[in-house]
């Protein structure tokens, strides 16, 4: 079963330099760390997850990433990451540049509002959705723009950004290949690798 761990180990070059943006608890560095013998940086403002970073041994700074990345110089990282952090951004798309800016390649992922569960709640109960993937309150949710990977494309094509390769995670219907199929309907998270 694909996982964004896996997907994202198979875009990265041994030996490169990666920025981590929003990068939790450090455990996708940590591993690519191991796997990929990187020198990987992460940013983080959650003081716990950056507790969790330090006691893996990765590298992070507290920053909040909606103050930008000035301090970053142009093309200093081979790939900047950003995993389930964008829908929580003032300004998503300037973040995008910004990656870019700092990064040969960028990869993304976001949850895929457009899921079929996501649409059924909506649809049925009347409510916003609480699911795996999705698993906050509507008044706690870290997530301030719900878009589906095709609202993403649209953006990445008006910002001129290039889509190198793109992949689409859906759980059970991954071993159906809906998510394939549809990817707008049954794939619950979406993997973008980025070139300006």
């Given at each position: 079963m694909k996982?964004?761990g ?10 490169s330099r990666?920025?981590?943006?929003g990068c939790?608890d450090?455990?996708?560095l940590?591993?690519?760390?191991k796997s990929?013998?990187i020198?990987?940086?992460?940013l ?5 997850s ?5 006691a893996?041994?990765v590298?992070?700074?507290d920053?909040d990433?909606?103050?930008g990345l ?5 093309q200093?990282?081979?790939t900047v990451l ?7 951004l003032?300004y998503?798309?300037?973040a ?5 800016r700092?990064g040969?390649?960028c990869?993304?992922?976001?949850p895929?509002?457009?899921h079929?569960?996501t649409r059924?709640v909506?649809a049925?109960k009347g409510?916003?959705?609480?699911t795996k993937q999705?698993?906050y ?6 997530n301030?723009?719900?878009f589906?990977?095709?609202d ?17 995670i859906g759980?059970l219907?991954?071993d159906?290949?809906l998510d394939?199929v549809w990817?707008?309907l049954?794939s619950?998270t979406?993997v ?5």
């Amino acid at each position: 079963m694909k996982t964004i761990g896996s997907v994202v180990s198979g875009w990265i070059k041994p030996a490169s330099r990666v920025l981590d943006l929003g990068c939790g608890d450090g455990a996708l560095l940590e591993h690519l760390s191991k796997s990929h013998n990187i020198r990987g940086y992460g940013l983080e403002i959650n003081h716990q997850s950056i507790n969790a970073c330090i006691a893996r041994g990765v590298n992070v700074i507290d920053q909040d990433l909606n103050n930008g990345l000035d301090n970053f110089a142009d093309q200093s990282f081979d790939t900047v990451l950003m995993t389930q952090t964008l829908q929580t951004l003032r300004y998503p798309h300037i973040a995008l540049d910004e990656m870019l800016r700092i990064g040969k390649q960028c990869i993304v992922t976001f949850p895929n509002f457009g899921h079929w569960r996501t649409r059924g709640v909506l649809a049925l109960k009347g409510r916003m959705p609480v699911t795996k993937q999705l698993s906050y309150q509507w008044y706690d949710t870290p997530n301030i723009h719900f878009f589906t990977y095709k609202d993403f494309e649209i953006l990445c094509q008006q910002r001129n950004i290039s889509i190198v390769d793109k992949t689409f995670i859906g759980g059970l219907s991954s071993d159906l290949k809906l998510d394939v199929v549809w990817p707008n309907l049954f794939s619950h998270t979406a993997v973008y690798n980025l070139k300006k």
